[in-house]
């Protein structure tokens, strides 16, 4: 937002020779950090205004035209490329022989396509006084042509802060807003004048303006004017809880008076018509936007606020038809008295009842908006305005009333006349927050005591009420919607006693910064899985709408949907990593990387649950085997490797058919009761369906489960240094029987000295098995710390496992 010191100067009695770099450097602390500063009103000595007499075009040429200009009865021929001025209007001349502010060269004399310029007509970007490059400055009527540009303005050298105001300040996007901040830090008087005029017309201090005096409706104010008829009303306390006017009548449109075009220009803003500019004045000045009605073309006349019905259009007066009412929130509309919408309510007016030259009468409407409403409206319709900005952050209910009464006082001019203050609603009541000194101190570092705690909160407007000694009630101004909460009245303290005055403490502490037995996990996880020789992948957490089908996972609750996706095919948030793992794994195979194993450490979502408004969101880790070799029992080998790099006690697999993997090669896994994943073959048709071939390997487990499943002790086992001995079993089982259980039977019956077992052979023949039955071979190792076990003890071992095995699974030893 670009500041003029000049205009700071109207609030505050600022010193005309202060320090730029103090004042830059304080508003920095501020927290209102200064991106650029310029000085304007110098190095314009040659400029001078002139008025266009005539345009013509230039043959052969395009882009520029002909232009002749009178200076004080001399006609002067210049080319100039803007096409935003015409015959009649009044513009900056820079003459012959002029250096621009910021230019090394001077205006020359020169052709252009055979026509001669003696000159440059100037935009308010080559003048300094602002960032518009789109066209030239047209200046007010009235002007003595001839006369020096700087004089004919009023304009004397200046300096412009353009600052960079973050979103929880909305009351620093007006003057009055920073000249407070800077008042306080200077300690010096704040005061808003009582009304606007030209630099030094009143001095700072002068009596502020008038809001209520308190929460509630507008003294003296009604819902109708018995004069013009016209009204104002709500419909909808939610949307525009206060709606306040004021009638104009008398008004004579045209140009505004050259000290307000200054402070337009001078503010980043282009001066429209007398009523217009008066209205985007106020809101530059006080943060109040309002907006100008023709009265006369108001059915009624009357304003009423209310929400958008389904369907309804409004021409805003940017010229785009909009559809309104067709979100998921309502869009708050103001319309005329025939019920036909006018309006946006704090994003724009209608073209219907646009201001123009033809205007005499006057409705100025100055309202509070639900700020979320508001915000809601504009992103919808993609339509931000310098309105919609303001009220999106919320602006001060209390002032709004006034701030009419100020707009319409501009409008009316010499001439005009000022009809009654309408106002339908009541202001919210002032928040109260509870301020304890002590907690300022615990969090700041600091030792201030209650005096200069409640001096920083008072000289920005809050009110105190002291209830005890270091604890006091807080009555927060309608200006700072933003200080909801302790906190943020401890913010204002150390704003205002200086960041740089708190003194720099290195925090101690018993215990030095680690990482939280999660955390722990997770980095182990992907050790281990990247020791078992994977490579971590990293894939979109956005999905197509159809993916999640493919995966064998129809929809079975609305999806999790982006309101804003940039394409469809990632408009969803996943509920699993397997498509965008497949996708990976058909990449580097279409790449002749055929050998790839991948895992992903990832969030997954489902839909709310219970009613709650957020996703279930889960980290995962999933991996895909699609090497040589790589089926269900290469998974189950991963998953016994990341059992025990985690220590879980015991671990397994059981039974189960998952979304999206293979019925009878898959299940889920296990640690203890808990079941904390899932494992085995992709589904060929799921693979297919990716475009893959052949068996895969699937793993996927759940990281918080995980975290609450009992582990074995961190303990070291002796090693033995004597001879192991290997049994080898192989049982027939039914297709069924899943061969973790077998498994889990046979470490229970193996005892203590069972040292390693592993499943090395899966064999399937109806004519040998029978149907619907396979064959699972294990290799069992056997080993005692004190001796070389003998042949007897050996054989005893074997029986007591095939014995075990046998009475628990309808299994048979194979011969």
């Known amino acids: 937002?670009?500041?003029?010191?000049?205009?700071?100067?109207?609030?505050?009695?600022?010193?005309?020779?202060?320090?730029?770099?103090?004042?830059?450097?304080?508003?920095?602390?501020?927290?209102?950090?200064?991106?650029?500063?310029?000085?304007?009103?110098?190095?314009?000595?040659?400029?001078?205004?002139?008025?266009?007499?005539?345009?013509?075009?230039?043959?052969?040429?395009?882009?520029?035209?002909?232009?002749?200009?009178?200076?004080?009865?001399?006609?002067?021929?210049?080319?100039?490329?803007?096409?935003?001025?015409?015959?009649?209007?009044?513009?900056?001349?820079?003459?012959?022989?002029?250096?621009?502010?910021?230019?090394d060269f001077a205006i020359a004399r020169r052709k252009m396509r055979g026509a001669e310029s003696n000159g440059m007509l100037c935009s308010g970007a080559e003048l300094g006084l602002s960032a518009d490059h789109a066209g030239i400055l047209v200046l007010p009527e009235g002007l003595e042509t001839g006369r020096a540009f700087t004089e004919a303005i009023g304009l004397s050298p200046d300096v412009v802060f353009d600052l960079d105001i973050t979103a929880n300040r909305p009351d620093a996007m007006s003057v009055a807003g920073v000249a407070r901040d800077l008042a306080a830090a200077l300690r010096i008087p704040f005061a808003v004048p009582a009304r606007p005029g030209p630099p030094g017309s009143e001095p700072a201090g002068a009596a502020p303006v008038g809001p209520p005096a308190g929460p509630g409706s507008t003294p003296g104010a009604g819902e109708r004017d018995s004069t013009t008829g016209a009204r104002v009303g709500t419909e909808d306390a939610s949307l525009c809880p206060l709606f306040t006017a004021r009638v104009v009548e008398g008004v004579t449109v045209g140009t505004s008076p050259a000290w307000l075009t200054t402070r337009l220009t001078l503010a980043g803003m282009r001066s429209i018509n007398s009523v217009v500019d008066a209205s985007n004045y106020v809101m530059l000045e006080l943060g109040q936007p309002t907006h100008p009605y023709d009265l006369d073309l108001l059915p009624g006349p009357a304003l009423v606020a209310r929400a958008a019905r389904p369907g309804e259009t409004l021409k805003t007066l940017d010229g785009v038809?909009?559809?309104?009412?067709?979100?998921?929130?309502?869009?708050?509309?103001?319309?005329?008295?025939?019920?036909?919408?006018?309006?946006?309510?704090?994003?724009?007016?209608?073209?219907?009842?646009?201001?123009?030259?033809?205007?005499?009468?006057?409705?100025?409407?100055?309202?509070?908006?639900?700020?979320?409403?508001?915000?809601?409206?504009?992103?919808?319709?993609?339509?931000?305005?310098?309105?919609?900005?303001?009220?999106?952050?919320?602006?001060?209910?209390?002032?709004?009333?006034?701030?009419?009464?100020?707009?319409?006082?501009?409008?009316?001019g010499a001439g005009g006349t000022l009809g009654a203050g309408l106002s339908t609603g009541r202001t919210p009541a002032h928040s109260r927050i509870r301020l304890r000194t002590s907690r300022v101190n615990a969090l700041l570092g600091t030792d201030l005591g209650d005096a200069v705690v409640h001096?920083?909160?008072?000289?920005?407007?809050?009110?105190?009420?002291?209830?005890?000694?270091?604890?006091?009630?807080?009555?927060?101004?309608?200006?700072?919607?933003?200080?909801?909460?302790?906190?943020?009245?401890?913010?204002?303290?150390?704003?205002?006693?200086?960041?740089?005055?708190?003194?720099?403490?290195?925090?101690?502490?018993?215990?030095?910064?680690?990482?939280?037995?999660?955390?722990?996990?997770?980095?182990?996880?992907?050790?281990?899985?990247?020791?078992?020789?994977?490579?971590?992948?990293?894939?979109?957490?956005?999905?197509?709408?159809?993916?999640?089908?493919?995966?064998g996972r129809p929809e079975e609750?609305?999806?999790?949907?982006?309101t804003n996706p940039m394409t469809r095919e990632e408009s969803e948030l996943r509920r699993t990593m397997m498509p965008g793992l497949l996708r990976a794994v058909r990449f580097n195979v279409g790449h002749r990387n055929e050998n790839i194993r991948l895992f992903e450490v990832g969030q997954v979502f489902a839909p709310p649950a219970g009613g709650r408004g957020l996703p279930d969101e889960h980290e995962q880790l999933a991996a895909v085997l699609a090497g040589p070799g790589d089926d269900a029992p290469a998974a189950v080998r991963l998953w016994r490797t990341l059992a025990d790099g985690l220590r879980l006690r015991e671990p397994g697999i059981r039974a189960a058919a998952p979304p999206g993997l293979h019925p009878t090669r898959s299940g889920e896994l296990t640690a203890g009761a808990a079941v904390v994943g899932v494992i085995g073959e992709?589904?060929?048709?799921?693979?297919?369906?990716?475009?893959?071939?052949?068996?895969?390997?699937?793993?996927?487990?759940?990281?918080?489960?995980?975290a609450g499943a009992e582990r074995r002790p961190a303990a070291t086992a002796e090693v033995s240094v004597y001879p192991s001995s290997d049994v080898d079993l192989a049982f027939v089982v039914d297709e069924a029987v899943p061969a973790s259980e077998v498994e889990s039977t046979l470490r229970r019956a193996a005892g203590?000295?069972?040292?390693?077992?592993?499943?090395?052979?899966?064999?399937?023949?109806?004519?040998?098995?029978?149907?619907?039955?396979?064959?699972?071979?294990w290799s069992l190792r056997f080993c005692a710390l004190d001796h070389t076990l003998t042949d007897a003890e050996v054989a005893s071992l074997r029986q007591t496992c095939v014995d075990a095995v046998q009475s628990s699974h309808p299994a048979v030893l194979r011969g």
């Open 1 to 103: 937002m670009r500041t003029p010191l000049s205009w700071l100067r109207d609030f505050a009695p600022i010193d005309a020779d202060a320090d730029v770099d103090r004042l830059t450097e304080l508003l920095n602390e501020l927290g209102l950090v200064v991106d650029g500063v310029s000085r304007v009103g110098e190095g314009l000595d040659g400029v001078v205004v002139a008025r266009v007499e005539e345009i013509h075009a230039i043959e052969g040429a395009d882009r520029i035209r002909a232009v002749v200009v009178d200076v004080a009865g001399t006609p002067t021929h210049v080319v100039c490329g803007a096409w935003n001025f015409s015959v009649g209007d009044l513009v900056p001349l820079a003459q012959v022989g002029t250096v621009l502010p910021g230019a």
């Open 321 to 412: 038809e909009r559809t309104l009412g067709t979100g998921a929130h309502p869009d708050c509309v103001i319309t005329d008295g025939d019920d036909r919408v006018v309006g946006i309510g704090g994003v724009m007016g209608g073209e219907s009842s646009e201001i123009s030259a033809r205007t005499t009468r006057v409705l100025v409407e100055a309202a509070y908006f639900a700020p979320m409403a508001v915000a809601r409206t504009s992103k919808r319709l993609g339509l931000r305005s310098e309105a919609s900005a303001r009220f999106e952050r919320g602006t001060d209910p209390d002032i709004a009333a006034a701030c009419a009464d100020r707009v319409a006082a501009l409008a009316a």
């Open 455 to 551: 001096g920083h909160l008072q000289r920005i407007g809050f009110g105190i009420a002291e209830l005890s000694p270091g604890e006091a009630e807080v009555e927060v101004p309608g200006w700072r919607p933003d200080v909801t909460a302790e906190v943020d009245l401890i913010e204002e303290v150390a704003r205002h006693h200086g960041y740089a005055q708190v003194t720099r403490t290195v925090p101690t502490t018993t215990q030095v910064g680690r990482l939280s037995p999660y955390q722990r996990d997770r980095r182990l996880l992907r050790q281990v899985v990247a020791g078992a020789g994977l490579v971590e992948a990293w894939t979109p957490s956005l999905l197509g709408p159809d993916d999640h089908g493919l995966v």
């Open 557 to 562: 609750a609305p999806g999790l949907a982006l």
């Open 682 to 706: 992709v589904d060929p048709a799921v693979a297919a369906a990716f475009g893959l071939e052949g068996r895969l390997g699937w793993l996927q487990v759940d990281l918080e489960a995980l």
């Open 752 to 777: 203590d000295l069972l040292i390693g077992l592993r499943l090395f052979d899966v064999f399937r023949d109806e004519a040998l098995l029978g149907p619907a039955r396979r064959s699972l071979a």
